[in-house]
């Protein structure tokens, strides 16, 4: 009997390219340099390397081009992200969560075990779950998934066909010389470094919707509906506007890489989904228990 996989964890898949190793190890090992050879034989020794039969491999398997290895990343030393997610909705086909600040989404970089997908397919016990959209580790709020593979083509198709209407709240400088409400218009384009996004010339390729919900003597906040959805775009938006959102370490200038300051989260919320739902007809709206930071100055904008 093949051991467990890893509870919450899903596996990546590679198929061997072409080359002259002896060893699926000999192959995973320069295909991956970073990792260490160690580890991989490690992984190998757990049942953490499967083949496309869920089976595991031993270290010594011949290498075979073309051939699928399924394998379960990890994180030496990942850091704990010290909030927890809520679950607003279950249901056969949809699970709606409420991100905090500074959780991954998904899998990725540093992060395996502390990622929203990670946490809730360990909590619902679902392992079927997948992410519909993504948000910035940075922001909080709603994350739609689905939990059920025979219909995430249907909800899938509300995002790339606009069936889903978003809508954020962010913090930033004040903005007393634009009239509210407003669209802002751009094109964005990959910046430097590259994980970056920048405005360039162009027929715009992105669109916000901005108004004013309330105004503060150091901040205001602004209520944001995109319209597209491009890698950053709401930050970028505001930024290039003249009032980068609270505790943005990317936009308008790069700070200097840190770790988190959980003091200082970014001040960006995707506080409300709202859809028709492409199974029943009905009209759903979802809406995010969060709150960004409070200012005793704030009042209702004009």
């Known amino acids: 009997m093949s051991p467990a996989p890893p509870p919450g964890v899903a596996a990546s898949s590679l198929q061997l390219p072409p080359g002259s190793w002896a060893t699926v190890l000999d192959c995973l090992s320069a295909h991956f340099p970073a990792i260490a050879r160690a580890q991989w034989q490690s992984r190998f020794a757990r049942g953490r390397v499967l083949d496309a039969q869920q089976q595991p491999l031993a270290a010594d398997h011949p290498y075979r081009a073309g051939l699928v290895v399924h394998y379960f990343r990890e994180v030496e030393a990942e850091p704990v992200i010290p909030f927890e997610e809520a679950v607003l909705h279950v249901d056969e086909h949809l699970v709606v969560a409420d991100k905090p600040h500074f959780l991954p989404v998904t899998p990725g970089g540093g992060y395996v075990e502390q ?14 779950l997948v992410p519909l959209h993504r948000i910035d580790r940075g922001t909080a709020g709603l994350v739609l998934f689905s939990a059920n593979p025979a219909s995430r083509a249907a909800y899938q198709a509300l995002f790339r066909d606009r069936g889903m209407h978003k809508r954020y709240e962010a913090l930033a400088p004040p903005l007393p010389a634009q009239e509210f409400p407003l669209v802002r218009r ?71 890489r840190a770790p988190d300051d959980h003091s200082r989260p970014l001040q960006l919320l995707a506080c409300a989904l709202r859809f028709t739902d492409p199974l029943s007809g009905q009209e759903r709206q979802f809406e995010s228990r969060l709150r960004l930071g409070a200012n005793k100055t704030l009042r209702p904008g004009d």
Do not use: C
Not at 115 to 128: C, D, E, F, V, W
Not at 203 to 211: F, H, Q
């Open 115 to 128: 990622t929203l997908l990670t946490r809730l397919i360990r909590r619902l016990g679902n392992p079927q």
């Open 186 to 256: 751009s094109r964005l384009a990959p910046g430097e470094p590259f994980f970056r996004m920048r405005e360039v010339e162009g027929a715009p390729n992105t669109e916000t919707r901005i108004e004013l919900i309330e105004r503060g003597a150091d901040f205001w906040r602004y209520g944001l509906e995109p319209v597209t959805g491009k890698k950053h775009q709401l930050r970028v938006h505001l930024a290039a506007l003249g009032a980068p959102i609270l505790n943005d370490d990317f936009y308008p200038q790069l700070a200097e």
